[in-house]
């Protein structure tokens, strides 16, 4: 197969380009090779390569920011994608991209499922929301794997501020009142390529995260725990639960981020290792 990468430079690209390269003929671009704000520039490189798979790893992902130039979030996170699903379908190539939880207002009591309708709260998951909207409707084939709180060894990402912070403080003051799953890029980079060595792959929505659950004030715990373990920090800062009002932000968070992957699992027979066993991992690797 011939795989165009879209976004390597970023924290899942960088996963993926790692993960897919034995599978075929990868191209990665990062933006100043290929600019998702750029339509025009989009369509061509896509017809240029002319790929037999779209792996979309690229997006808008500063959440907070999104709430002041919702235009730039719209043309990355709604707009690329349906370009990249009409290019697909032209070229009768397969588009895999990357959606988020907060596509929904968390307000349900048990996880989200792919049957459950979206309500997103922030301009990033309204940006996000229209994209898939915008692979659905271009008719092309397509996977949807809409995951939650993404992290990694690059880019921005909360482990990585929190090490950070547990370098400089000696307290810090963590929401405690939403709950997700913490997701690292290499095991959805590595479900990826094992997904794509399969012959009949089936088109449509599915969720992929870690399996367990924690609250963000879990989750610094646990980081600051495995990074003493791992030898990178000499000493854990005191965490204190907050509440999400006591720690206001531009864009509104759900409170329930968890996402039922059940049918991911059904249908493709893989699940993603419990959320801390990714975090040892990774900090395993942690060279930063």
């Not at 520039?41 to 779209?54: G, K």
């Not at 697909?88 to 190539?93: E, I, V």
């Not at 000696?170 to 913490?182: F, H, Y």
């Not at 009949?200 to 879990?218: I, K, Q, R, V």
Request: with cysteine; hydrophobic share 45%; proline share 5%.
């Amino acid at each position: 197969m011939k795989i165009l990468l879209t976004g390597c430079g970023g924290q899942l690209g960088r996963e993926m380009k790692r993960s897919l390269a034995s599978l075929g003929e990868l191209v990665a671009c990062d933006r100043g090779q290929l600019d998702l704000a750029k339509p025009d520039a989009l369509r061509d490189a896509v017809r240029a390569i002319a790929p037999t798979v779209i792996v979309n790893a690229a997006a808008y992902t500063a959440v907070d920011k999104a709430e002041a130039e919702p235009a730039v979030a719209d043309a990355i996170n709604a707009v690329a994608p349906g370009i990249l699903a009409d290019e697909a379908r032209r070229l009768g190539a397969l588009l895999i991209h990357y959606s988020t939880d907060y596509v929904f207002d968390g307000t349900k009591p048990a996880p989200y499922n792919e049957g459950d309708i979206p309500a997103p709260l922030s301009a990033y998951g309204r940006s996000k929301y229209a994209g898939e909207l915008a692979i659905t409707a271009a008719g092309s084939r397509h996977l949807i794997l809409r995951t939650s709180w993404v992290y990694g060894l690059h880019g921005a990402n909360f482990m990585k501020t929190m090490l950070r912070l547990g370098r400089e403080r000696s307290e810090l003051r963590v929401v405690g009142d939403q709950i997700g799953a913490p997701t690292w890029t290499r095991h959805l980079a590595d479900a990826t390529a094992v997904i794509l060595t399969r012959r009949d792959l089936p088109s449509g929505l599915y969720h992929l995260a870690a399996a367990g659950e924690t609250s963000w004030h879990g989750y610094a715990e646990a980081i600051f725990i495995e990074a003493q373990r791992a030898g990178l920090l000499e000493k854990s800062p005191v965490v204190h639960r907050i509440t999400s009002a006591d720690y206001p932000l531009p864009a509104t968070r759900p409170a329930n981020s968890r996402l039922d992957c059940s049918r991911f699992t059904r249908d493709f027979g893989l699940a993603l290792p419990d959320w801390r066993t990714g975090l040892i991992d990774c900090l395993a690797d942690a060279r930063f």
